[in-house]
């Protein structure tokens, strides 16, 4: 079963430091979300691909956050300059093109705490 | 404004006690509800989208219906292997329409 898989699963920064997570999407699927959670809280939205152009980013996205999508295949999510209010847990989703489902499938998403 | 809200947040069962999980929405045209399982420290896991009012989906215990304003999740007879957060999501078809809204989930635990 190749879902949406996402590496690494759990990181533990020194705040400061800069972090990168990557995503594999499902095969098909040519949209892709990034999204945070925090405990307690549902999933809120960072940015989305459609193939490799990144066509939506939260406010919530700030500058020291980048999301790349270089061959509209697999993405990368790096945080510069941790803070300790980045800790939470990053969703990666992905879904069909449009007119061909809504749905989006997540992946088990990846930790990260600043300490 | 788009907007969820899920009631309750946090719900205890007894096993074989049937119950149901609100979510209440306003958003500018509904492209999708969309209904997902979370267990502690994963990723949510799909279980139904709905597109209209009117409209049902069942999968095992679980059956999902909407209407124009809120939609319900009926847990039928649960077990406790159905414990986990069960969150709520909906498309809005303004703008560029792929923002999804998350509620913030009802935590369901089924005591045995």
């Known amino acids: 079963d190749t879902g949406v898989s996402q590496d690494p699963r759990h990181k533990i920064t020194k705040r400061g430091q800069n972090v990168t997570f990557r995503c594999d999407p499902i095969s098909e699927h040519n949209r892709l979300y990034w999204y945070r959670q925090t405990l307690g809280q549902g999933p809120e939205f960072l940015t989305y691909?459609?193939?490799?152009?990144?066509?939506?980013k939260s406010r919530l996205l700030s500058d020291r956050f980048s999301a790349e999508r270089p061959k509209g295949s697999f993405s990368t999510l790096e945080i510069q300059r941790t803070e300790q209010g980045d800790s939470a847990m990053y969703l990666c989703?992905?879904?069909?093109?449009?007119?061909?489902?809504?749905?989006?499938?997540f992946g088990e998403g990846s930790w990260l705490t600043v300490v | 404004e788009d907007q969820v809200t899920q009631s309750p947040e946090a719900l205890r069962l007894q096993e074989g006690e049937s119950s149901s999980l609100n979510c209440s929405y306003t958003v500018s045209g509904l492209r999708g509800l969309f209904w997902y399982r979370q267990d502690p420290g994963k990723g949510p896991e799909f279980l139904f989208t709905?597109?209209?009012a009117g409209e049902e989906k069942e999968k095992e215990r679980l059956k999902a219906t909407l209407t124009k304003k809120e939609s319900f999740l009926h847990i039928t007879a649960p077990k406790p292997e159905d414990s986990a957060t069960y969150l709520c999501?909906?498309?809005?078809?303004?703008?560029?329409?792929?923002?999804?809204?998350f509620g913030t989930g009802t935590s369901l635990t089924v005591i045995p």
């Open positions: 691909f459609q193939n490799e152009a990144q066509l939506e």
């Open positions: 999501a909906v498309q809005a078809r303004s703008g560029a329409g792929n923002q999804f809204y």
């Open positions: 709905l597109y209209s």
């Open positions: 989703a992905s879904s069909l093109p449009q007119g061909s489902g809504n749905t989006i499938y």
